[in-house]
């Protein structure tokens, strides 16, 4: 990627969404001299890490008129990875040991991480760049530039112009709801994990959650706690899986997939076991959604591919007006948000230039051409998996940024493993101290913390 042949532009440039990344995008866009203007539409920063004990009223999300609440969060909610991995990398997410009101566990809770976004909204004057409670209705491209409509919480509306739109507004607001046989005539009630926000509501009932990674293995354990009975769904297991958890009230059982539901109320897995159930739990993701970018039909979302995207960031041929920050999933999130936004903010300026819209979707089809000779199904486009660092690497160096640390990447595959191998006690028991340590070591060499490391290294859990 060569250095561009004409001075370093100043643009002007909207940032949908004052999320995790639509703050770090805000701050990587002025640092490179843009101005910035952030458009979201709830009252402070946090995107969805902040709590509300609100739910949508189509619990399954199927009615694209319906209200739309968009944390996901759900109150017992922990971080799934260690806080030292979590953060941005020149703003380190450790704890405040001057604060007794903050979390200090390595996994701590929601609420920590909505506290150290703000903190880091703080720290970079991020907030008045923000327009709080304006919704953003439609963002389309008019004469090389983008047009931007929205209106605020008091009814006025803006109509304005940017050179460019950075699309940091999440996806984790649209459920994915499992395909299951019979499921029309089925009389119980579905919800999915969008809308979990306590146990009480499934108190003495049996429940069927469907999905067992991060959000299903918390949200079962949970409700299991005051339900009946619980059983979980899980795709990765094999077909005659059928074991019982004895954690936390030996009431919770581990299945295949389901196979059917009946109108009687039944629910049978492919196992062959027949469960009468009260309530299904869709822990089964979200999809892609972007109701107000009008591209004329050259971007869409097919089978959860949004598509063409370049790196997943710039779709090729309205680049780089238009961008995404942080489209791909993967455990180094909040990193990723940042490198991804150095390297918009480096091609919005024309201080690093992109290949041509031809070169670029021939990188997009062959990207696509080897993905499917893998055999890994559309769906799974942005999942990276093994080959995050991969990935952060490559932009890395598209725009002068440090490689992922060898600590940062450890601690993710290390603590995918205890995830999957202790799910009860992973939060509060590891074997890796050692990453840890290097971590708060890197921190105090770079200056980012003015503490010694031991002080939280002594102090463990």
Same mark, same amino acid.
């Given at each position: 990627m060569a250095p561009a042949p004409s001075p370093i532009n100043s643009q002007h440039v909207a940032v949908i969404g004052a999320g995790a990344a639509g703050l770090v995008a805000a701050r990587e866009l002025r640092r490179e001299g843009h101005t910035v203007v952030v458009l979201d539409r709830e009252k402070q920063v946090g995107g969805l890490w902040v709590y509300?004990?609100?739910?949508?009223?189509?619990e399954l999300g199927l009615d694209p008129t319906r209200p739309i609440v968009h944390s996901s969060v759900y109150k017992s909610l922990r971080t799934n990875l260690p806080r030292e991995c979590m953060g941005y990398k020149d703003f380190p997410f450790v704890p405040r040991g001057d604060d007794p009101s903050r979390d200090s566990r390595r996994y701590p809770s929601h609420r920590e991480v909505l506290a150290y976004l703000q903190d880091f909204a703080t720290e970079f004057n991020i907030e008045?760049?923000?327009?709080?409670?304006?919704?953003?209705?439609?963002?389309?491209?008019?004469?090389?530039?983008?047009?931007?409509?929205?209106?605020?919480?008091?009814?006025?509306?803006?109509?304005?112009?940017?050179?460019?739109?950075?699309?940091?507004?999440?996806?984790?607001?649209?459920?994915?709801?499992?395909?299951? &046989?019979?499921?029309?005539?089925?009389?119980?009630?579905?919800?999915?994990?969008?809308?979990?926000?306590?146990?009480?509501p499934f108190k003495d009932e049996v429940v069927v959650v469907i999905g067992n990674f991060a959000s299903g293995a918390d949200i079962s354990r949970d409700i299991s706690k005051v339900a009946k009975e619980v059983h979980i769904a899980s795709r990765a297991s094999k077909s005659n899986t059928f074991e019982k958890r004895p954690v936390p009230?030996?009431?919770?059982?581990?299945?295949?997939?389901?196979?059917?539901?009946?109108?009687?109320?039944?629910?049978?897995?492919?196992?062959?076991?027949?469960?009468?159930?009260?309530?299904?739990?869709?822990?089964?993701?979200?999809?892609y959604y972007f109701p107000f970018l009008e591209t004329n039909n050259y971007m869409r979302v097919d089978d959860n591919r949004v598509e063409p995207l370049y790196k997943h960031i710039f779709p090729p041929a309205l680049a780089p007006g238009l961008s995404f920050i942080g489209l791909p999933a993967m455990g180094l999130q909040f990193y990723m948000f940042e490198v991804q936004s150095?390297?918009?903010?480096?091609?919005?300026?024309?201080?690093?230039?992109? &290949?041509?819209?031809?070169?670029?979707?021939?990188?997009?089809k062959l990207s696509y051409e080897t993905q499917e000779a893998l055999g890994i199904p559309k769906r799974y486009t942005h999942k990276?998996?093994?080959?995050?660092?991969?990935?952060?690497?490559?932009?890395?160096?598209q725009c002068g940024f440090p490689h992922v640390e060898h600590w940062r990447d450890q601690e993710v595959?290390?603590?995918?493993?205890?995830?999957?191998?202790? &799910?009860?006690?992973?939060?509060?028991?590891?074997?890796?101290?050692?990453?840890?340590?290097?971590?708060?070591?890197?921190?105090?060499?770079?200056?980012?913390?003015?503490?010694? &490391?031991?002080?939280?290294?002594?102090s463990g859990r």
């Open positions: 509300t004990p609100e739910t949508e009223s189509d008045e760049m923000i327009r709080f409670e304006t919704e953003v209705l439609r963002v389309e491209p008019v004469n090389g530039k983008w047009r931007v409509q929205s209106k605020t919480g008091g009814g006025f509306s803006n109509d304005e112009i940017y050179d460019a739109v950075v699309m940091c507004c999440g996806h984790f607001a649209e459920p994915n709801i499992a395909q299951i &046989p019979g499921i029309e005539s089925w009389p119980g009630r579905q919800t999915h994990s969008h809308s979990y926000r306590v146990p009480d009230n030996n009431n919770l059982w581990m299945h295949s997939e389901i196979d059917t539901a009946h109108e009687d109320g039944t629910i049978v897995f492919k196992n062959g076991k027949v469960v009468h159930a009260d309530t299904i739990v869709h822990c089964t993701g979200y999809k150095k390297w918009v903010a480096a091609v919005l300026s024309g201080r690093v230039t992109l &290949p041509s819209v031809n070169e670029m979707m021939d990188d997009l990276l998996g093994k080959s995050q660092c991969e990935y952060l690497d490559w932009i890395a160096d595959t290390r603590g995918y493993q205890r995830l999957g191998n202790q &799910p009860e006690t992973f939060r509060d028991e590891w074997d890796d101290d050692d990453l840890m340590e290097e971590a708060y070591e890197d921190f105090a060499r770079l200056n980012l913390i003015n503490f010694h &490391p031991s002080r939280f290294l002594e």
